[in-house]
């Protein structure tokens, strides 16, 4: 079993809907949660960083972590065809330095 | 343009050759990161170097892999030995390093390496 495990999709949704992506994982030690955008043949960009438990809200952008569940997600509202891409969920314990462990990834395409 | 540069950005290599690649992370970062990124899958850590120090190298860095930062700037990875299963995105990252736990990695576009 991976240590986090994603959904690799694809998920199609309209544009304007709200996205919700998600990811499990296992090792309790983590403690540093991020969400990576892959466009296709590009390096991954951070979109999103959350410590422990609790929401963070950036923009269209909201990340969730659930240390209780082992249980992250990320949504987007208002979801634009600019944000089809591979979203990508890390996370590390974060002592010293960070070794991140990714999801798969999951692939979203927004139709207009 | 500040952000991790990467070359080349492809590389088609026949199986058995040698193959190196270089990253330069962004300036004023000290620890840099390289990780192996296959087809629908999520990027995979390698090796982490502290300024030029490796300090930590995955089980999946076999002997044929070799990685350096000779002066705490620019790294590079070589592949010795090329097989088809090295087939890959290799992707490097880096970030300022520091007491701050709380720290960002930036992946530079990623070298995408085709074993024939």
């Known amino acids: 079993q991976k240590e986090v495990e994603q959904d690799p999709g694809p998920l199609s949704v309209p544009e304007g809907a709200i996205v919700s992506l998600n990811c499990t994982y296992s090792n309790s030690a983590f403690q540093y949660f991020m969400w990576y955008r892959q466009y296709s043949r590009k390096g991954p960009e951070l979109l999103m960083y959350t410590y422990s438990s609790g929401n963070k809200e950036d923009g269209r952008f909201t990340a969730q972590v659930d240390k209780s569940s082992k249980y992250i997600s990320l949504f987007i509202r208002d979801s634009q065809p600019s944000d089809s891409a591979t979203y990508l969920c890390a996370m590390s314990a974060g002592t010293g330095f960070q070794k991140l462990v990714f999801g798969t990834g999951t692939r979203l395409l927004v139709s207009p | 343009d500040t952000g991790v540069s990467q070359n080349p950005r492809h590389k088609i290599t026949k199986r058995g050759q040698n193959v190196t690649f270089r990253c330069d992370p962004i300036s004023e970062h000290n620890r840099l990161y390289w990780y192996r990124q296959t087809l629908g899958q999520g990027p995979e850590f390698l090796t982490y170097?502290?300024?030029?120090?490796?300090?930590?190298k995955s089980r999946l860095l076999s002997d044929r892999f070799s990685a350096e930062r000779p002066k705490g700037s620019f790294s590079t990875l070589e592949i010795q030995r090329t097989e088809q299963g090295d087939s890959a995105m290799y992707l490097c990252a880096s970030s300022l390093g520091g007491a701050n736990l709380q720290e960002t990695q930036y992946f530079g576009p990623g070298t995408r390496l085709l074993v024939l």
């Open positions: 170097f502290q300024n030029e120090a490796q300090l930590e």
